[in-house]
């Protein structure tokens, strides 16, 4: 217990940096610096094209931002001077994302992003069409998807000492948007992370052939009408171990925690490594639930999980 404490505390802690950082209403005239080139611009978009399919770091002014940009080719890191002083809020570029990826690679550090809604209930903050993304010490709070990533992607995900806070939605008529929604099969790290007051849907869905999620803490005590903590929808090998899961009572779908393989085992889920982690339910909650949900049939370790007693550790569906 007293493990998971510190890291519940690290995370925490984590998230007061970014969210306590003041954020200027006006921004410097030319905020957007390319750091090898020393070249300022006044639009993101300008300054990621000046890279092109080269290499470089966009060093950003605080300020809050109605901007987006589109990579189209190169590695580019998009990197806040001052961690939770810049905000990209409510603007998304081609209907997709405040940051629309599709490079040989990304990195996002420090940076802000908030209400980005479009018309097809599927904006992101951050969305991934193809390279390899690192984000580090971000925050996507009140919008649809936090970070989502194409269905055709293969590359790395990782995701560290960040939060998704107020994300997700499952209109009638449109699917359903996620804090983390990996569509592609690349591997998916994401460690040390919070997800919190989710508003519909899983607040982590991952197609992927291989997770990795670790340290993290899921709290959906304020969630309403949400679904899966963590979804594998066609199955993953890899580990989720040391995480905090606390399930509130406004959901849609309470039959679970994590679930294994729910839309078909495409992806091998032989060796799942589920181990050391703390499941709760909220305080006077009364329901039985499972921990993992499996529909995968296949060999998955499950140990050292401290649970609440109505909550069933494994159920084979």
Do not use: W
């Not at 998009?78 to 994302?97: H, I």
């Amino acid at each position: 217990m007293h493990g998971m404490t510190r890291i519940v505390i690290t995370t925490l802690i984590a998230c007061l940096i970014i969210i306590a950082a003041p954020i200027s209403a006006q921004p410097a005239a030319a905020p957007f610096v390319v750091q090898e080139s020393g070249e300022a611009f006044g639009s993101l978009g300008d300054a990621v094209d000046s890279i092109g399919d080269g290499q470089g770091t966009i060093l950003i002014a605080p300020g809050r931002y109605r901007q987006c940009a589109v990579q189209r080719g190169g590695r580019i890191a998009f990197v806040a001077r001052d961690p939770g002083t810049v905000l990209f809020d409510g603007l998304a570029c081609e209907g997709k994302a405040a940051l629309v990826l599709g490079g040989r690679a990304a990195q996002v550090e420090g940076i802000v992003f908030q209400n980005i809604r479009v018309p097809d209930a599927n904006g992101a903050g951050i969305r991934l069409e193809s390279g390899d993304l690192t984000v580090r010490e971000s925050l996507f709070r009140n919008g649809e998807n936090g970070i989502l990533v194409a269905l055709d992607h293969q590359g790395t995900i990782r995701i560290e000492r960040s939060t998704f806070s107020g994300l997700g939605r499952c209109p009638e008529d449109q699917g359903c948007s996620h804090g983390i929604y990996n569509s592609g099969s690349g591997a998916l790290i994401v460690s040390r992370s919070r997800f919190e007051r989710g508003t519909g849907g899983h607040y982590l869905k991952s197609r992927g052939t291989r997770i990795e999620l670790t340290e993290s803490s899921f709290d959906d005590s304020a969630g309403r009408a949400t679904n899966y903590m963590v979804d594998l929808s066609h199955g993953a090998t890899g580990a989720i171990a040391g995480n905090l899961f606390v399930q509130g009572a406004d959901k849609e779908n309470y039959s679970a925690f994590i679930s294994v393989a729910p839309e078909g085992a495409e992806n091998s889920s032989a060796g799942l490594s589920i181990t050391d982690n703390e499941a709760r339910l909220v305080p006077g909650l009364r329901r039985r639930t499972a921990f993992v949900a499996d529909s995968s049939g296949e060999d998955i370790r499950l140990e050292g999980n401290s649970l609440d007693p109505q909550i069933v550790l494994l159920e084979r569906r």
